[in-house]
Each structure stands twice: as structure tokens, then as C-alpha cells.
């Protein structure tokens, strides 16, 4: 395998499926069956997944909840998600842990850097989950963050694209896909990989991202056995 440990970050939209809203059945079990195949193989995960299929902060305002408290409510949805893909990886066989920046211990170890760390080396998947327990952050900065703390050698975005575009390909039909690109070249050209809190503290700690196509069936092992499958941001 090309990379020893790896962080993986779903967004919660992904496990909609082709639904509105909340988990799809099927996207949740595949996910689980592409995470166990890069565990049988030796590799190290830890997950970071979104809660935007069940609530997003920025959205409560406009129902009259202010901020802070609709951050909070996000970081309890991606915690059902966590349970979710916790519960679906078991049912498969794999070990795993979730640990919780809020502290919730009937149902969560609290996030403790030293110990996520060995739980990785026994072979256990660990899922990050309530985001990095702060208003104003996304799940996205949760998996920088987590990334960096567990000396992961990448960072794995799975989305439904396929990686980093010229333009959005889902506007302009002439948008090419990038195979590589550096960091400043993705800073240069405006080009959207993460939000800024989250890409600058991949920049600035040297952890190279890989957007790919998450619900392609084997794209996540293919991406651990160094094959180019989506983009890769490096230096
Ligand atoms: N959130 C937060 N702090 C964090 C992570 C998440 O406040 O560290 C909240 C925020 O309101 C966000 C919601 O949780 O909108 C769900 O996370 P996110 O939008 O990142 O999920 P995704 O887009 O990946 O599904």
C-alpha cells in the first residue's frame, strides 16, 4: 500500500444517497465494504464524516436559531452518522472506536489524541466524530485538524466528483480534471478543495489531499495502492 495511515473524511451529504435527506441503506453498507477492503489490507483509518444530510449550522439562523447553538445541533448530526458507519462496519466485522469532541461517554470514548493513536495501531478504524466540538468550524477543519494529530501521511476527500476541476464541471461542460496540482496553484487559481480554515492547515503542515470519487466501488483501494485516481494537492 502506498500510505501506512490515512484519514478519510465523508461528508454527511454523501450517505443521502439518492435521498433528500437523513441515511441511505445501500450508500451506508458500500461505504462500509470500501473502508473494510483498505483495513484488510493493512491500512490505518481513521473517518471524519459530516452531518450536512441531517443539519448544518448556517442554515438554524434563518429558523430563528442563532449560530452557535445550530453549530452544536450540526455536531450532534454528525454524530449520528458516525453511529451509523460505526454500526455498519461492525455488522461487517470491523473493528472500529468512535471518539467524540463532545463528550458523550454512554456512547463515545472522548477524543484522546494518544489513544486513537493505538487504537489505530491494533487495527481498529476510528471515527472522529461531533466535528472538533467548536461553533464556526466545519467537519472539514475536523479532519485537517485529526489528520495532522494522528501524523496521517494524506488526507482522503471522498465526494461525488472525481476530483479537482478547472471550473465546476457541473456548469461547464469544457472543465478538464487536474491528476495533480500543488498548493499554491490551487490558491492561485481560486479553486475550491476544502474550506480556507481547513486547506491552510493542510498547507501549512505538509499533508497532502486526495479529492476522489467515493461511491466509484473500489476507487478507495485503488487510491491506497497509488494508482491516479482523482486529484491529488501536494507540494
Ligand atoms: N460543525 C461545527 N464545528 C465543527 C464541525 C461541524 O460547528 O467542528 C457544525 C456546523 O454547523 C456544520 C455542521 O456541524 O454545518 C455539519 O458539518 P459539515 O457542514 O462540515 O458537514 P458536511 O458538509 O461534511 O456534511
Known sequence: ??????????????????????????????????IKAIVDAGVETAIVIG????????????????????DYMGMLATM????????????????????????MKQIAEPFIRRKAIRHLEKGRVVIFGAGTGNPFFTTDSAASLRAIEIDADVILKGTR?????????????????????????VFQKGLKVMDMTAFTLCNENKLPIIVFD??????????????????IVEF
Open 80 to 103: 449520528i452518522n458516525a453511529m451509523a458507519l460505526q454500526a455498519a462496519l461492525e455488522h461487517i466485522e470491523v473493528d472500529t472506536r468512535l471518539q467524540s469532541a463532545i463528550e
Open 51 to 70: 452531518g450536512g444530510n441531517i443539519f448544518r449550522g448556517v442554515q438554524a439562523e434563518k429558523g430563528g436559531i442563532e449560530r452557535t447553538q445550530g
Open 161 to 185: 466528483v472525481d476530483g479537482i476541476y478547472t471550473a465546476d464541471p457541473e456548469k461547464d461542460p469544457s472543465a478538464t480534471r487536474y491528476s495533480k496540482i500543488t498548493f499554491d496553484e
Open 214 to 231: 467515493m461511491n466509484k466501488p473500489g476507487n478507495l483501494l485503488r487510491v491506497m495502492e497509488g494508482e491516479e485516481v482523482g486529484t
Open 1 to 34: 500500500m502506498k500510505y501506512k495511515r490515512v484519514l478519510l473524511k465523508l461528508s454527511g451529504e454523501a450517505l443521502m444517497g439518492e435521498k433528500q435527506f437523513g441515511i441511505d441503506n445501500d450508500r451506508l453498507k458500500q461505504y462500509a465494504y470500501e
